[in-house]
């Protein structure tokens, strides 16, 4: 190969360091900025320190790890990026790509919004992956998002030498809770940046921060009482999905009641489940699906009888269509899903946050 470009050099009298590869050179994500935790403090790339709550079921801690939501910020005039990183030995979810499941997500900022600019594609569980290349120079903002599905224990950044790199601002402003299931957590969108928390934020320029527990999101009372401690400007609760019937009746009370015990004016929005496609099909899934729904309907009206102020409710009529081409397995979105989710529920959430000041 050396020889071949002597060879063209010589026809042609390119230089041969317009052919050299640059060096790349690898900074810790850590000393960059880090967005989407639950709480600062937590350690590494996990979004809860949830040694500081032992009381959290195992099942919850163990998803807290996952590093669903979070995201690094920072700015470079290299005109290719790379990423090495870590993640655990679990395996890939059937229901999930490999990049949304152990993979990364880039956006860059171009004329003020977010654009798609390439995945971190996992190999094993350390993978070395050029996400970018042949860039135009000049500094640019990027936001990489990190795996939905799994625990991150090591990230750099990878940039050209001679390039600068450096910490990025706050991309979103304001703080609005999402609690909720797998479908909150990103199963099933293509990459970490597809699931409907993330592409909020990117859409509004809110921060909506990722409490997606999947299949665990039960309004258990330590939970709850995360939830409640945790500092937003709303809440929103989209719990239904995990929480039987009967959880919904005895639970969903003193979960909004909590959160306004400690945020006397935020707002709380709860969205009803999304119809599963399985239950068009499995008639135990539709008595569920409706007993769930009404249930959640019923707390909600039960609750502003009781008093319970800035309370709104989102319906799940049409929340992912209904031509059943929504989901991925039967009952986690897809990107169309996703999408026609986002249609329904970002014009009333949007709706509501202004009546606060808060859009």
């Keep these: 190969m050396k020889s071949f470009l002597i060879i063209l050099i010589l026809l042609t009298g390119i230089s041969y360091s317009s052919f050299a590869q640059k060096e790349i050179k690898y900074t810790e994500a850590s000393a960059l900025h880090i967005t989407g935790k639950l709480k600062e403090n937590a350690p590494g790339f996990h979004r809860l320190d949830t040694a500081a709550y032992p009381a959290l079921p195992p099942g919850v801690k163990h998803l807290?790890?996952?590093?669903?939501?979070?995201?690094?910020?920072?700015?470079?005039?290299?005109?290719?990026?790379w990423a090495k990183w870590c993640v655990s030995k679990s395996k890939t979810n059937e229901n999930m790509t490999a990049i949304a499941n152990k993979g990364l997500d880039l956006y860059v900022k171009r004329d003020g919004k977010w654009q798609f600019a390439g995945v971190g594609r996992p190999s094993g569980q350390c993978s070395n992956y050029q996400i970018t290349k042949n860039m135009e120079g000049g500094t640019k903002e990027f936001l990489l998002y990190l795996p939905l599905y799994d625990e991150l224990?090591?990230?750099?950044?990878?940039?050209?030498?001679?390039?600068?790199?450096?910490?990025?601002?706050?991309?979103?402003?304001?703080?609005?809770?999402?609690?909720?299931?797998?479908?909150?957590?990103?199963?099933?969108?293509?990459?970490p940046g597809m699931a409907y928390p993330a592409r909020l934020s990117r859409r509004t320029g809110l921060?909506?921060?990722?409490?997606?527990?999947?299949?665990?999101?039960?309004m258990e009372k330590p939970v709850a009482d995360v939830v409640a401690e945790l500092d937003?400007?709303?809440?929103?609760?989209?719990c239904v999905p995990n929480s039987s019937p009967e959880e919904i009746t005895e639970r969903t009370a003193y979960l909004v009641r909590s959160i306004r015990a400690r945020h006397p004016k935020a707002p709380i929005i709860i969205i009803q489940s999304i119809i599963r496609e399985i239950s068009f099909i499995d008639k135990q899934w539709t008595s569920r699906m409706k007993l769930q729904n009404e249930n959640m309907r019923k707390q909600y009206e039960l609750l502003q009888k009781q008093g319970v102020k800035d309370l709104y409710f989102i319906d799940a009529k049409g929340l992912i269509g209904?031509?059943?081409e929504g989901t991925t397995d039967g009952t986690h979105p897809n990107d169309l899903g996703f999408d026609r989710m986002l249609q329904k529920i970002e014009p009333q959430i949007k709706a509501i946050l202004s009546k606060y000041g808060i859009v």
Excluded: C, M, W
């Design 64 to 81: 807290l790890t996952n590093a669903a939501g979070i995201a690094v910020t920072f700015t470079t005039s290299s005109t290719t990026i």
């Design 153 to 191: 224990n090591k990230l750099e950044i990878g940039i050209e030498e001679g390039s600068e790199l450096h910490a990025g601002a706050e991309p979103f402003k304001k703080r609005i809770l999402i609690y909720g299931s797998s479908i909150v957590q990103g199963a099933s969108a293509s990459r």
């Design 207 to 218: 921060h909506f921060i990722n409490f997606g527990l999947s299949g665990s999101a039960k």
């Design 232 to 238: 937003a400007d709303a809440y929103i609760l989209d």
């Design 322 to 324: 209904d031509d059943h």
